[in-house]
């Protein structure tokens, strides 16, 4: 028979055990607990770009961690790799262009974009020297760019404008950061590159020997970078996702707020100045938490992928990369920027 003494002794300690745990669970709320914002990591795919400022800013302000991601930016030389790099678990997110969302996924990789990043209205372009006017003259030479990155889609454009293509040219093939040595080098005329790269080959020898031919300012929307993950990421960790969309949007607004500490913070994650990078910011949009959902509705206009998506889908089948573009709808998850939007 139990005693009434024990049986006592057990409900108090019970009682006890309620109070602490309920004691602690008030602490972990107010206090803000680590346990209670475990924070999740995630390893970011990324290459040096001046439309990334509000990832940068957003991860030197504590941002992201604040949204309990503890992001970590693994830089990559070419951004061609980047794609296979989420396919196969080594980031569990990317920074990539939508045209390499569309060849990818014309493979059957199956990656989901989940957020635009911004806009190049500039900050990509084609470069030659001062005698080289017009896009047409081309045919027949040497031009140097990076194989299955922007820079080849924006060259393929800009080829198709003038009725050529890359047949009609002899592909020099260079990393993007490396472009800027072969042109001021004098082994080709001709490159394409992006910021900072733009910037520093229009300034070489005194800023009186290469402009820009042609660029995304001439393109406006079309070339998009974007956020991308896989299924099972979306799946297994939807908290993240939303939470990296919160602290990236946090750091949009710190980039208005105080322009010159989020220019200095860019500058330094680029490795120039912070003034240089102020001036490349003019290249590129980022659009803000409103406009996110546009981009990725069904629409006939830029910059939503619906328009975008078939221009480079048809581009890409013209130039042998993919035999059939991936359905558009099947190349983005529009939720979660919907959702922060109050988009149904």
Partial sequence: MTSLRSGVSR??????????????????????SASALAATKL???????????PIYVAAAKG????????????????PSAIPGAIYSGQVGAG????????????????????MPIDYSAGADAMLSTDD??????????????APLTPSDFLLGYALKQVGLSKSDI????????????????????VGVTYEPSVTGIVQADGGKKFHVLFSSKQAPGLITDVIVVTPKTIKADPVMITGFIQAFIEGE???????????AIIGKALGEDGAIAEAQLSGVQNPDLAAMPTVLAKSDKLPSFWVSGPVIG?????????SAAPPIADTYDASFVNALAGVK
């Fill in 314 to 322: 048809d581009l890409l089948k013209s130039e042998g990369q993919i």
């Fill in 63 to 78: 941002f992201f961690a604040a949204h309990g991601v503890d992001v970590n930016l693994v830089n990559f030389d070419d």
């Fill in 95 to 114: 920074t990539l262009t939508y045209d390499q969302v569309i060849g990818t996924n014309a493979k059957g990789w199956h990656l989901k974009v989940v």
């Fill in 11 to 32: 409900a108090l300690r019970s009682l006890r055990r309620a109070l602490l745990g309920a004691a602690t669970a008030l602490t972990m709320l107010a206090g803000g």
């Fill in 132 to 145: 080289i006017t017009s896009v047409s003259q081309l045919k027949g030479m040497k031009v140097a760019y």
């Fill in 43 to 53: 390893n970011l795919g990324i290459v040096p770009w001046i439309g990334y400022g």
């Fill in 253 to 263: 607004d710190y980039m208005k707020s105080s322009p010159d500490d989020a220019a």
């Fill in 170 to 189: 002899t592909s020099i093939n260079v990393p993007a950061e490396g472009v800027p040595g072969v042109m001021v080098g004098g082994s080709t005329k």
